[in-house]
């Protein structure tokens, strides 16, 4: 790239907030595919995404604050409205889920639900016979 | 450095969207779908502020401020639209 060089800790303080903010990201997105319920698949990205989000802004106000070519103020602003809209959000989706169908609604933690839940590792379906 | 750094991000951040893309088409429940259309902005916009690093450019950010007021705006409008068959109450 053409753009002047940045001092070795910045370049190496950036990078890792990049690759960890990516990690989270990826970890909340596997959550999302992966877990089995809507009030489970609701935990991970809400969470990760953020992290996420977080540590590319980190790193674009260190590379950026760095070089003095801009005022910083727009990471700040994304900053805040990411941090605080994210679980507003979250919250009102978990909401919305409840006053859809209140049966679905998970046990108490703490009370013993009624049938203990699946193991985690499934039986395998039953083999037609040959 | 940072610009592996950036292509390895984007590379993650890409096969989250794709993720969270499948889970979009694929939910059982539309609450599902609206949780996976929350999760794709927020990573639409960590990829475009990578993409905003990389070419050391300042619309890019211009953009991603956009992007964060109105994905949250829709999902909020949509999750009341789901629970209530209204966005706003009229009483």
């Known amino acids: 790239m053409t753009h002047e060089a940045l001092p070795f800790t910045v370049d190496l303080l950036a990078s890792l907030l990049l690759v960890a903010g990516g990690a989270f990201a990826l970890v909340g997105a596997i959550g999302l595919a992966r877990l089995r319920d809507f009030y489970l698949r609701v935990h991970a990205p809400t969470k990760a995404s953020t992290l996420g989000v977080g540590g590319a802004l980190l790193a674009s106000m260190l590379v950026f604050g760095w070089t003095g070519q801009r005022v910083v103020i727009h990471e700040l602003l994304i900053t805040v409205f990411v941090f605080v809209t994210a679980p507003i959000a979250a919250h009102l989706l978990v909401k919305s889920a409840l006053e859809r169908d209140p049966a679905r609604r998970p046990p108490e933690p703490g009370t013993a639900p009624d049938a203990p839940p699946a193991e985690s590792s499934p039986t395998p379906p039953p083999t037609p016979p040959a | ?91």
């Open chain 2, 1 to 91: 450095m940072i610009d592996h750094a950036l292509t390895l991000s984007l590379g993650m951040f890409c096969i989250a969207m794709l993720l969270s893309c499948w889970r979009l088409l694929a939910g059982p429940d539309i609450l599902d779908r609206v949780l996976a259309l929350d999760t794709l902005y927020v990573n639409a916009l960590a990829v475009v502020i990578l993409l905003g690093i990389r070419f050391r450019t300042q619309v890019f950010f211009e953009a991603a401020l956009v992007i964060a007021m109105l994905g949250f705006v829709g999902t909020v409008v949509t999750a009341r639209f789901v629970a209530r068959g209204d966005v706003i109450d009229h009483d």
